[in-house]
């Protein structure tokens, strides 16, 4: 059931014929940038244009000679997987001078380069739009040294610039996530779980600095992502005496049995007064005041190195189309952008009006305008912010208000990476909010059984690291066992319901709705938080657990991959999870950089097979040494994995050999993603805040008891484009296929087209959903709307 041809647009009509487009990475380097690279090439060559690198970014363009290089398709193979920047980065003065820029002018002209794709930071996007500012004049000046033709200055006339934004700081406004980022905080996160043991061994404290010299996103992230007892960031400095407020937190952890601390530390960190807070000075704080053995790691370019992970490769492919379909539509009138990241959906936004915004976040700093700086960062920051202080920070008991309402806690379905970090942050918002909270142990086997007991802020300590699912969990739909479930909530009094997991907990839902009729006692505000590897939920674009399982995939596909370094030429055949839905083999298949991914929403027949091998074969024999092809377990009843895996090796004999590989359970396993702790915290914070509002509603007081019967109290919170949004399950009835479980529509479909053109097939892509120009949003959303942004 693919999606319907809405506008789909051959290349043939976005020609770029006879254009040249030249990329360059500039600035410090970041974990995706060559897969920003490598879209931006193939991207190009695909519709015509001649590409070119830049080495050394704009010191090779101000040097000229070989620093740049026409790009061919198999000079960006096999760099999908590389950290850093192939193409190289350096920091260039002479091209912050005039004669500097005149030079790169002369060296992409005697090229004939006119379009520009810039991945970098602010500074490397800034100087790239003043140098498209500058172009006519130094194009002029350049015929009077004698050094162009006088006809090339109308024949070049204008030069066309678009960024990406490539920073591990993340301090770029107008996007959501930048190039690195996502990858840094992998990093990050691998060494505070690393860390963990071993202070829970020895009972210490340990500092971790991270960097953010002006932006403390890497901070705040990885202090929500593995539950630290206490951050420090540039944006918002703590109050003064935080010193004695620290120490109090860290004294208080540990007075209730918890063996470690965590503190992290922004290496920009100041207090209200400007003076840097450094690591060292927090280590001797704690040594002083508490006596706590103490430790300092400071993280330094780790952050920087390794592998991209799925989200940046994925995230830069997207970028690098993008960047190259902004540049062929651009006209003399059209304003430099940047491509960026809105929710999960790209957008183009003018370059200088984001770059003024990020440096009037820093002039805010300067100014001590604290709060106003958190808010110009954008909603994804500052809802990050409000979580880490609703979670991380416990209120005393006499300060919490007391609502007397009951709301439990289940996991359902199959476990998912992030499902206990969805329960903590659930647990913790209901207790802030004045909720007894009680835990459900195996899903609804466990609820008609009795399995529930009341949960506590200290029993959820730790949780956000751990995979699989510790409530445990069940694919057991209520249907069959209603009565007895009604029973338990009757006996407990649950007042509301807060359900963890993929389509068993969507039907569950549905059941319960069903049952109002029968059982007032579930007559109660219901609400569901999309957690499965196989993202298969109507109603949401992404599940908490697929990230995870995508980075499994292309770790997995990597090493698969350059396992068959040095041999003679290979394809293997992967199988992945997912039921009938083929999101975790397509977005894996473009992580991972496959030839092919076969999925049930895509039919396939033994022409396409036949026209698979034969492609494959075509590259072996001129190019690539490895082929990768996904198989999603769903996909087709008769083309099983074994018979694609047969039909691969006989087809290929004399040109390649096959493997084949299952993938199989490792895909739900391992510590959860930097990206589906922090989606899972955030997404059932505000699934927690919406039932505290719903029950406020929906409470009778004369007869003293909830009572909620409407379809708006039994929803599915998910995230749909650029919010999150809760959405009555009974309406998303519609728009579901029950015989194959999975949603009718699937965003990610107009991703696959991405992985054919990035792997040399002639297709068509829908541009109907490519980015628009837009202006920065700085108007501030409405208080209901405050946490929407991710």
């Known amino acids: 059931m693919a999606q319907p041809d809405s506008k789909k647009i051959f290349f043939e009509n976005l020609s770029g014929a006879g254009k040249a487009i030249a990329v360059l990475t500039s600035g410090g380097d970041a974990q995706g940038m ?26 090779g363009m101000v040097d000229g000679g070989e620093n740049i290089k026409e790009a061919t398709w198999e000079s960006v193979s096999s760099m999908l997987q590389v950290g850093g920047t192939v193409i190289g980065s350096a920091r260039c003065k002479e091209f912050r001078s005039h004669e500097g820029r005149l030079k790169a002018a002369h060296n992409l002209v005697q090229h004939g380069i006119t379009n520009l794709c810039v991945i970098g930071g602010d500074g490397s996007l800034t100087g790239a739009n003043l140098f498209r500012e500058e172009w006519s004049g130094l194009l002029t000046e350049l015929v009077e040294q004698g050094l162009i033709k006088a006809d090339a200055v109308q024949k070049y006339s204008a030069l066309h610039i678009v960024g990406m934004v490539g920073s591990i700081d993340n301090d770029f406004c107008g996007t959501d996530m930048t190039i690195g980022t996502d990858s840094a905080l992998h990093r990050i996160i691998e060494v505070v779980d690393a860390i963990m043991t071993t202070a829970q061994s020895h009972q210490r404290t340990f500092v971790l600095e991270v960097m953010g010299r002006h932006c403390g996103y890497l901070a705040l992230v990885s202090a929500l992502a593995c539950g630290a007892d206490w951050v420090l960031i540039p944006e918002m400095p703590p109050e003064d005496g935080w010193e004695d407020k620290m120490c109090q937190k860290l004294s208080a952890t540990r007075s209730r049995g918890t063996r470690l601390n965590i503190i992290i530390v922004a290496e920009g960190a100041i207090d209200r007064h400007g003076n840097p807070i450094t690591s060292s000075i927090v280590k001797e704080l704690v040594v002083k005041c508490l006596g706590f053995d103490t430790r300092v790691t400071i993280l330094g370019h780790v952050q920087r190195g390794g592998t991209p992970s799925a989200f940046d490769r994925i995230l830069a492919s997207r970028m690098g189309v993008e960047a190259v379909l902004a540049l062929l539509e651009t006209t003399a009138n059209t304003p430099a952008c940047v491509v960026s990241l809105c929710g999960n959906q790209s957008v183009r936004l003018p370059l200088m009006e984001c770059v003024q915004m990020t440096q009037e976040v820093q002039k805010a700093m300067d100014e001590k305008r604290f709060e106003e700086a958190v808010k110009l960062r954008g909603r994804s920051f500052e809802n990050n912010l409000r979580t880490y202080k609703l979670l991380a920070h416990r209120k005393p008991e006499c300060e919490l208000p007391t609502s007397n309402f009951n709301v439990a806690v289940l996991n359902v379905g199959a476990p998912a990476a992030g499902m206990n970090a969805a329960v903590r942050s659930a647990v913790r918002v209901g207790i802030s909010e004045g909720h007894k909270m009680f835990a459900v142990s195996d899903g609804f086997e466990g609820f008609y059984k009795g399995q529930i007991k009341e949960i506590k802020w200290a029993d959820v300590g730790g949780w956000t690291g751990q995979g699989g699912s510790l409530l445990g969990t069940k694919r057991t739909l209520p249907a069959k066992h209603v009565d007895k479930i009604a029973e338990q909530m009757r006996q407990h009094n649950i007042n509301a319901l807060l359900i963890v997991g993929g389509f068993e907990a969507f039907l569950s839902l549905l059941e319960l709705l069903t049952a109002r009729g029968k059982y007032d006692e579930f007559c109660v505000p219901m609400v569901m938080v999309p957690a499965t ?59 991972a950089g496959a030839d092919a991914a076969y999925i049930y929403e895509e039919p396939f027949d033994i022409k396409d097979l036949q026209a698979n091998v034969e492609h494959l074969t075509e590259k072996m024999k001129t190019s690539i040494q490895r082929g990768l092809v996904l198989r999603n377990e769903n996909c087709n009843e008769n083309y099983t994995t074994d018979f694609i895996y ?141 946490s929407v942004a991710m």
């Open 34 to 59: 060559n897969a920003a690279v490598r879209a931006v090439v193939r991207m190009g060559l695909y519709v015509g244009a001649k590409v070119y690198f830049i080495h050394e970014g704009y010191q």
């Open 646 to 786: 047969q039909l691969y090796s006989e087809e290929g004999r004399g040109v390649f050999d096959s493997r084949k590989n299952v993938l199989g359970h490792m895909q739900q396993g391992g510590a959860p993603s930097p990206f589906d702790r922090n989606f899972g915290t955030k997404i059932s914070a505000k699934a927690m805040q919406w039932v505290t509002k719903k029950l406020t509603e929906t409470f009778r007081q004369g007869a003293g008891r909830v009572f909620a019967n409407t379809e708006d109290t039994c929803c599915l919170l998910g995230m749909r484009r650029r919010a999150l949004v809760f959405q009555p399950v009974v309406q998303l009835k519609e728009s579901t296929d029950f015989v194959h479980r999975i949603p009718k529509e699937q965003w990610w479909l107009k991703l696959r087209p991405l992985m054919k053109i990035l792997a040399k097939y002639k297709t068509s892509y829908d541009v109907s959903d490519s980015g628009q120009l837009e202006h920065v949003v700085r108007n501030r959303p409405r208080e209901s709307d405050a």
């Open 533 to 591: 590897v196989s993202n298969n939920v109507p109603g949401s674009d992404l599940s908490i657990g697929a990230d995870t399982a995508l980075n499994a995939i292309t770790t997995t596909c990597d090493r698969i991959k350059q396992s068959a370094s040095g041999t003679k030429r290979r394809v293997f055949i992967i199988e992945t999870m997912g039921g009938y839905c083929g999101y975790l083999a397509s977005v894996g298949g473009l992580a």
